[in-house]
C-alpha cells in the first residue's frame, strides 16, 4: 500500500532515534564491562575525553577537508545561473539560508552538502551532474542534499562519529591495558567468562559500532529522499535523477571511502550489493529499494504543512 511522504519521513526519524538510542546504550554498557574487567575508570574516562575532542575539532574543519579530498572549487552565481537560481528558490521555500555552492570537475553525475550547520552550509555538485540531468532532475537532487542541511544531518553525523570514535578507543585502551598487565591482577577477583566476554568485546565492538553508524548513514538518506520529495511535491523528479546516477559508468577521479557517505550515491562504483550480509556495509542503500521507496509514495492533501514542519525541525 502507497503511503504518504509525511509518514515516509516520520517513520525514518524514528528509525533514526532508535538507533541512536541502542548506539548510545552500548556504549554505556560497553564502558561498564571495560571497568568492571580494568578495575579503575579512570582510563576509560581518558579514551572519551580524548575522542571528544578530536571528534568536535573534526567538526570544526570537516567541511574544509571534504573540500581539499573532493577538489571541489566555489563558484559565483554568474557562473551557474539557473543552479543558483533553483537552489535559491529552495532556499525561500524552506527557511534555509543560501548555501556556498561548489562544483566538482567529475564526469560522475553525484552531489554532497556539508558544513558545521545551516549558516556555514556547503552545496557542490559535478560537472556531471549539471550536463546530464533534466530540469526536474536537477530539482530532485537539490531538494535531496538541503534536505540533509535542514534535518541537520552534519550535526547527526558529528555525534555519530564522536559514539564510534569513543567505542573504537575505549577498546583499543582496553587491549593495552590487559597486555600491560593491568586491571585485576588477582585471578580470583575475575571470572574467567567475562574476562572471555570482554576480549570478545573489545574485538567486535568497533566493527558493530560500524555497522550501526552505517545503518544510520543508510536511514538518513532515505529520510532525505522522502523530505526532499516534500520540498518539490514531485517524487518522480529524483526517482528519474538517482535511475541516471545509477547508471552511469563515469568513474570519480578523486573518490574516497572517508567521504562516500556524504554523496547521493556512493561514488565508488562497483559497490552496489544485493545479499543482506554486504548491504550491512553499504553507505547508501540500494538505489533501486531508494528508487521504490520513491515511487511508492503518494503527496499528502493540502492542509498538512504542520507535519512537514515537525518532520524538518528533528
Known amino acids: 500500500m502507497a503511503t504518504t511522504l509525511y509518514r515516509e519521513a516520520e517513520s525514518n526519524v524514528r528509525k533514526t532515534f532508535f538507533l541512536i538510542f541502542f548506539f548510545s546504550i552500548f556504549l554505556i554498557l560497553l564502558g561498564w564491562l571495560f571497568s568492571y574487567l580494568l578495575h579503575s575508570q579512570?582510563?576509560?574516562y581518558l579514551a572519551v575525553i580524548i575522542s571528544l575532542i578530536t571528534s568536535v575539532s573534526s567538526y570544526w574543519f570537516s567541511d574544509k577537508i571534504v573540500l581539499a579530498t573532493t577538489g571541489a572549487m566555489p563558484i559565483e552565481k554568474e557562473d551557474e545561473p539557473e543552479l543558483y537560481r533553483l537552489v535559491e528558490n529552495f532556499c525561500i521555500t524552506t527557511g534555509?539560508?543560501?548555501p556556498k555552492i561548489y562544483i566538482l570537475n567529475e564526469d560522475q553525475p553525484n552531489a554532497f552538502a556539508t558544513g558545521r550547520d545551516e549558516k556555514h552550509a556547503i552545496l557542490a555538485v559535478t560537472k556531471g551532474l549539471l550536463q546530464r540531468l533534466s530540469r526536474v532532475e536537477m530539482e530532485g537532487v537539490l531538494a535531496h542534499e538541503l534536505s540533509h542541511i535542514r534535518n541537520k544531518d552534519m550535526l547527526l553525523q558529528t555525534v555519530i562519529v564522536v559514539l564510534v570514535g569513543s567505542i573504537a578507543i575505549v577498546s583499543n585502551f582496553f587491549f593495552r591495558i590487559s597486555f600491560w598487565g593491568g586491571g585485576r591482577r588477582n585471578d580470583r577477583e575475575a571470572n574467567p567468562v567475562v574476562a572471555v566476554l570482554g576480549i570478545v568485546a573489545a574485538i567486535l565492538a568497533p566493527i558493530a559500532a560500524t555497522l550501526l553508524?552505517?545503518?544510520i548513514s543508510r536511514q538518513r538518506e532515505f529520510l532525505?529522499?522522502?523530505s526532499g520529495a516534500l520540498i518539490t511535491r514531485y517524487p518522480?523528479?529524483?526517482a528519474s535523477a538517482l535511475e541516471k546516477i545509477a547508471s552511469d559508468n563515469h568513474p570519480m577521479e578523486r573518490a574516497n571511502n572517508s567521504v562516500a557517505h556524504l554523496f547521493?550515491?556512493?561514488?565508488?562504483k562497483g559497490e552496489e550489493a544485493t545479499s543482506w550480509f554486504a548491504k550491512l556495509f553499504m553507505t547508501h542503500p540500494p538505489i533501486e529499494e531508494r528508487i521504490a521507496a520513491l515511487r511508492g509514495m503518494r503527496l499528502p492533501p493540502a492542509g498538512s504543512e504542520g507535519i512537514e514542519k515537525e518532520v524538518f525541525t528533528k
Open 213 to 215: 553508524q552505517l545503518a
Open 96 to 98: 534555509l539560508p543560501m
Open 264 to 268: 547521493i550515491s556512493s561514488p565508488m
Open 224 to 226: 532525505a529522499d522522502a
Open 42 to 44: 579512570f582510563f576509560l
Open 236 to 238: 518522480e523528479g529524483l
